[in-house]
């Protein structure tokens, strides 16, 4: 698949083979072009939490009300970062994680696999939840769970650019 078609006909899937394993060496493979992502200063705040165990996708699913598709995931990947850990762009680490996050997707989708970005930081229930689930400390932050499995669903790509939405040399 080329890059571009890569990118125009990734979509969200949240309908999985239940149960179906995703073999180590894609893993690894999705894990690389997560951290081949951007951030400033090249200060690559992330830890990539690799979700297999059944029981925690499971409370996982049961305690996200936009997560149920992660009961069903072959893996999830929970995208944080250590708010011990000093950088020099502290305010810029969210910007730093969601390029990381959308690597993810891309590469996921590439390998014939279907993943969901489910964002985490902004919600406190849902902070609150997954630190709780995956026994962290507070001193961890997850940005963001990435729901990835093989697609049971498919759905049509979006090459549509809108107009309105191009500015030229000004707004
Ligand atoms: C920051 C962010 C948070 C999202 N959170 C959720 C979520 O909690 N649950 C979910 O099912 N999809 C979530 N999505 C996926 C969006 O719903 C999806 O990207 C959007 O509807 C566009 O569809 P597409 O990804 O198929 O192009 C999120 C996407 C982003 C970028």
């Not at 297999?52 to 929970?78: C, F, Y």
């Amino acid at each position: 698949m080329d890059m571009l078609d890569c990118i125009m006909s990734r979509r969200s899937i949240r309908k999985y083979h239940e149960g179906a394993s995703i073999p180590q060496g894609d893993i690894e493979k999705i894990l690389t072009a997560a951290s081949a992502a951007p951030s400033a200063a090249n200060q690559q705040p992330w830890h990539f939490i690799v979700i297999d165990d059944r029981a925690l996708l499971t409370q996982l699913a049961k305690e996200n009300p936009h997560g149920k598709m992660v009961a069903d995931a072959s893996l999830a990947i929970a995208i944080s970062y250590d708010k011990n850990e000093k950088k020099p762009y502290p305010t810029l680490i969210i910007d730093d994680l969601s390029a990381a996050a959308e690597n993810i997707l891309l590469a996921a989708h590439g390998l014939g696999y279907g993943a969901v970005w489910l964002a985490i930081y902004h919600d406190e229930a849902k902070v609150e939840s997954t630190l709780r689930i995956l026994k962290l400390t507070a001193n961890v932050v997850v940005h963001s769970i990435i729901s990835i499995g093989v697609p049971n669903e498919s759905r049509t790509a979006r090459t549509y650019l809108k107009k309105e939405m191009v500015h030229k040399n000004g707004w």
